[in-house]
């Protein structure tokens, strides 16, 4: 079973900045991809960012520019580098990893406990 840890979030200024990590442990299949989905209140959870395993990545429009997603040689810990803030950005963050496995086979997602970051003078 894969788990995900993610912490970083917080309060911040608009124009800040915040870092955000995601550590994922146990059975990871190589063939797989990261990343990084947001939810505000009362909206639908947004595809943020995404790294593949060979370190390939994606942004949504709003965010290209401003942040910038990476993993760790291992491929084992994902990051989302976050800067010039708005306040559109405060959200509860989750990060996901999706990997298919071979024996099921099929694709399986893990999903991170979420860490919110507000963005608010």
């Known amino acids: 079973q894969v788990q995900l840890v993610e912490s970083g979030g917080g309060l911040v200024h608009p124009g800040g900045s915040l870092r955000l990590s995601c550590a994922a442990s146990?059975?990871?299949?190589?063939?797989?991809?990261m990343g990084w989905y947001r939810q505000a209140p009362g909206k639908q959870r947004e595809l943020v960012a995404t790294?593949?395993?060979?370190?390939?990545?994606t942004y949504t429009d709003s965010v290209k520019g401003r942040f910038t997603i990476s993993r760790d040689n291992a491929g084992t810990t994902v990051y989302l580098q976050m800067n010039s803030l708005k306040p559109a950005d405060t959200a509860a963050y989750y990060c996901?990893?999706?990997?298919?496995?071979?024996?099921?086979?099929?694709?399986?997602?893990?999903w991170g406990q979420g860490t919110q970051v507000t963005v608010a003078s």
């Open positions: 996901n990893i999706r990997h298919f496995n071979p024996v099921i086979p099929k694709w399986i997602d893990y």
């Open positions: 790294v593949a395993a060979d370190n390939g990545t």
């Open positions: 146990g059975r990871i299949f190589s063939l797989n991809t």
